[in-house]
């Protein structure tokens, strides 16, 4: 579903990215690991075009999307939810889905699908964002993602800010995701809870991927884990 083929990303004359590789499949569950700083939204930015990589390539579903707009990539059907979120937050929770909505050729999504999900975004939808909890807004974000019609989502940081017990349940959704078919790339500094529901993962660090391999080998040996991501 994507391919990543050694990308070099920079920002003005600095070089962020240095050769990045990596690809999800259909259905899968990524997990971009690694410090602060090493370059984990920096990839997710490129994918998006927000930085688009000098050289190398982006496949998305077959096609070639490392010099499209932004807005183009959003409309081949790759999600994202942003670690800000970035919400509208003077609109209600209902118009920030309702501008959401786009066909793509992967599966279309409806508001009510959300509440199945969601179960407490119904009695939101009437509410300014700008008054949401952070887990409440987390719920808008992913909302928001699924009604764009992905075949891929890209998570940046979901666990960043929400309680132990919010965190769990967005993990519960990725999984729910993949039991659609989605693809998803999730970024965390959490390793713990993307290693909890990733398939594959990829450690990055100083802009390189240093470790690729499954979840499971990372979940099962603590010397190898602590090594690679200290924990
Ligand atoms: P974090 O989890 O802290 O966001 P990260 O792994 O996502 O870390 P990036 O945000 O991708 O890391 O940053 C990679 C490198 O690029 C860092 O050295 C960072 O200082 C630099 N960088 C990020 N954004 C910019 C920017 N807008 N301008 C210049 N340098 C940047």
């Known amino acids: 579903m994507l391919e990543v083929q050694?990308?070099?990303?920079?920002?003005?004359?600095?070089?962020?990215?240095?050769?990045?590789?990596?690809?999800?499949?259909?259905g899968e569950i990524v997990a971009l690991l690694g410090a602060n700083?090493?370059?984990?939204?920096?990839?997710?930015?490129?994918?998006?075009?927000?930085?688009?990589?000098?050289?190398g390539a982006i496949l998305f579903d077959g096609d070639d999307i490392s010099r499209s707009q932004t807005h183009e990539i959003a409309r081949m059907g790759?999600?994202?939810v942003p670690d800000d979120r970035r919400i509208f937050p003077t609109l209600t929770v209902e118009r920030n889905l309702s501008i959401a909505r786009k066909k793509t050729r992967f599966r279309r999504w409806q508001v009510k699908e959300m509440f199945d999900i969601f179960?407490?975004?119904?009695?939101?939808?009437?509410?300014?964002?700008?008054?949401?909890?952070?887990?409440?807004?987390?719920?808008?974000?992913?909302?928001?993602?699924?009604?764009?019609?992905?075949?891929?989502?890209?998570f940046d940081e979901p666990s960043q800010g929400l309680a132990p017990k919010i965190v769990q349940d967005v993990m519960a959704t990725?999984?729910?995701?993949?039991?659609?078919?989605?693809?998803?790339?999730?970024?965390?500094?959490?390793?713990?809870?993307?290693?909890?529901?990733?398939?594959?993962?990829?450690?990055?660090?100083?802009?390189r991927i240093v470790h690729e391999g499954p979840a499971s080998e990372l979940l099962e040996d603590d010397d190898l884990r602590g090594k690679l991501l200290g924990v």
């Open 174 to 207: 990725i999984r729910r995701l993949k039991s659609e078919g989605i693809s998803v790339l999730v970024v965390e500094q959490n390793a713990m809870s993307a290693l909890s529901v990733a398939d594959r993962v990829y450690v990055m660090d100083h802009g």
């Open 37 to 55: 700083g090493v370059g984990k939204t920096t990839t997710i930015r490129s994918i998006l075009g927000l930085t688009p990589p000098r050289s």
């Open 78 to 80: 790759i999600g994202w």
């Open 119 to 154: 179960s407490a975004l119904e009695h939101l939808m009437g509410r300014e964002c700008e008054n949401l909890s952070g887990g409440e807004m987390q719920m808008v974000a992913i909302s928001r993602a699924l009604l764009g019609s992905p075949g891929l989502v890209l």
């Open 6 to 26: 050694n990308i070099e990303t920079y920002y003005g004359e600095t070089q962020a990215l240095f050769g990045t590789s990596l690809s999800v499949g259909e």
